[in-house]
Structure formats: C-alpha cells, structure tokens
C-alpha cells in the first residue's frame, strides 16, 4: 500500500510532494517554481520550515529569513481582487497572524505574489539575493 501511495503521490498532476519524515508534504507549482529560483542563485534553504505550529514556504538560514509564496487567488492579491471572498479574507488573517509569529520569533518575513515570481522574476531573483545579504550588482 505504501508502495503505491507513494507512486500515486509523486505522479500527481496538480501538486508536487516531498517526503518530509515520515510524512508528504504538498508542495505547489509555484513553490517549485521558486524553489527553481533559490538554486539557480545558490542560495540556502529549508523547505516547510515550523515556527510555532505554522509552516512558512521557505527559510533562508544565512539571513535568518522566512520566505512565504502567495498565490494572487488563495491570497487575495489586492492588485486583482479589489473584494475578497469569505476564503480570501480567512487567508489573509491567517497570514497577518504568520507574519506576527515569525516577527515575535525573531525572525525576518518577507512574502513574494505569484504574479512578480512569474511575470518579475528576474526582480524576484534581486530580491533574494539583497534579502541574502549578496551583492546583486
């Protein structure tokens, strides 16, 4: 069973999954698409990092830096949705109190829209890398 569980998670279309211990972790398109991005530039970075009982998308350990990837629909992207739904407004209150977790845990966040990773993405790159602390000049 596990076999195929395994097979069925790691074909499937619309997510990728990493096996984090001894569970799977959904992992979306844009996540890997930035995850593509971190490599390129040779930046370190952990995947699903915990701070409290949250996860963030990204951690960057040499800036002590938590990296969130939104999607403009799930997130509201104040840019395309000028009112947001039920589940849009749920989403953003669950990101203001990330963001205040992350903060009153010392570290630093920083939130990239799916519209700048996909269409800025060189943008997107100058920022990771002053985020970093490397000179993107």
Not at 37 to 55: A, C, D, H, P, W
């Amino acid at each position: 069973y596990s076999i195929v569980r395994s097979i069925i998670l790691r074909t499937s279309k619309k997510k990728y999954y990493k096996k984090k211990g001894n569970r799977f972790i959904k992992t979306s398109k844009l996540e890997k698409r930035f995850e593509w991005m971190l490599k390129e530039l040779g930046i370190s970075y952990k995947t699903q990092f915990r701070v409290g009982y949250k996860f963030y998308d990204f951690y960057l350990p040499d800036s002590n830096t938590l990296i969130e990837v939104d999607g403009d629909y799930w997130h509201g992207n104040r840019n395309k949705f000028k009112v947001l739904s039920a589940m849009q407004k749920k989403n953003h209150i669950n990101d203001l109190y990330k963001t205040t977790l992350a903060e009153a845990s010392g570290y630093r966040l920083f939130r990239f829209w799916e519209t700048d990773i996909n269409m800025n993405p060189l943008s997107v790159k100058n920022k990771l890398l002053e985020l970093n602390g490397e000179d993107n000049g």
